[in-house]
T-cell receptor, first 110, second 114 residues
Framework: SQQGEEDPQALSIQEGENATMNCSYKTSINNLQWYRQNSGRGLVHLILIRSNEREKHSGRLRVTLDTSKKSSSLLITASRAADTASYFCATDAGRRALTFGSGTRLQVQP | DTAVSQTPKYLVTQMGNDKSIKCEQNLGHDTMYWYKQDSKKFLKIMFSYNNKELIINETVPNRFSPKSPDKAHLNLHINSLELGDSAVYFC?????????????FGQGTRLTVV
């Protein structure tokens, strides 16, 4: 079954605006990760947040985790055209493999 | 200096054929994976190997057989290809056990069965 589900499925914004994507999951986790996938390419790891953490920052990225609601959000501030990609959340639930959501397609208009 | 490399990048083949996809990682990781991404971009784990030992084998037809000759390589062989096997297949690796299971992905192999 699908562990994570991202919301929205697609998001279109203007350059300079902030983009927020949400992820919900179903089981207890060790950590939650966000990945980016550019069209026709592999996934690239962006940020990892552990189950005992509530917020993490990396450059223009801010991730929050609410384990009571089994949800996470990824905020990209001051977006750029180069941020156009699909973004996936992935959960590590101790199965020794990540379980991915269905992704949010972000389009940043220049 | 590609960390995870898989070949070929594109594979077009007829139904019923047998094909292989190769994957190599030079990161010294102990765990490798095969994921399948369907047309809706949903990524699903197929197999996971840790130090050449199969540890995850999801509900995948037995036409799919992974082979790990050493911990740096994980190949995927597919017998009797079907139209529904068309997808993008990603190899990945990670170092499990350090509390940080960040995965590194290859560029993907787009398999088209005609």
């Amino acid at each position: 079954s699908q562990q994570g589900e991202e919301d929205p499925q697609a998001l279109s914004i203007q350059e300079g605006e902030n983009a927020t994507m949400n992820c919900s999951y179903k089981t207890s986790i060790n950590n939650l990760q966000w990945y980016r996938q550019n069209s026709g390419r592999g996934l690239v790891h962006l940020i990892l947040i552990r189950s005992n953490e509530r917020e993490k920052h990396s450059g223009r990225l801010r991730v929050t985790l609410d384990t009571s609601k089994k949800s996470s959000s990824l905020l990209i501030t001051a977006s750029r055209a180069a941020d156009t990609a699909s973004y996936f959340c992935a959960t590590d639930a101790g199965r020794r493999a990540l379980t991915f959501g269905s992704g949010t397609r972000l389009q940043v208009q220049p | 200096d590609t960390a995870v490399s898989q070949t070929p990048k594109y594979l077009v083949t007829q139904m019923g054929n047998d094909k292989s996809i190769k994957c190599e990682q030079n990161l010294g990781h102990d765990t490798m994976y095969w994921y399948k991404q369907d047309s809706k971009k949903f990524l699903k784990i197929m197999f996971s190997y840790n130090n050449k030992e199969l540890i995850i084998n999801e509900t995948v037809p037995n036409r799919f057989s992974p082979k790990s000759p050493d911990k740096a390589h994980l190949n995927l062989h597919i017998n009797s290809l079907e139209l529904g096997d068309s997808a993008v297949y990603f190899c990945a690796s990670s170092q499990v056990g350090l509390g940080n299971t960040e995965a590194f992905f290859g560029q993907g192999t787009r398999l088209t069965v005609v």
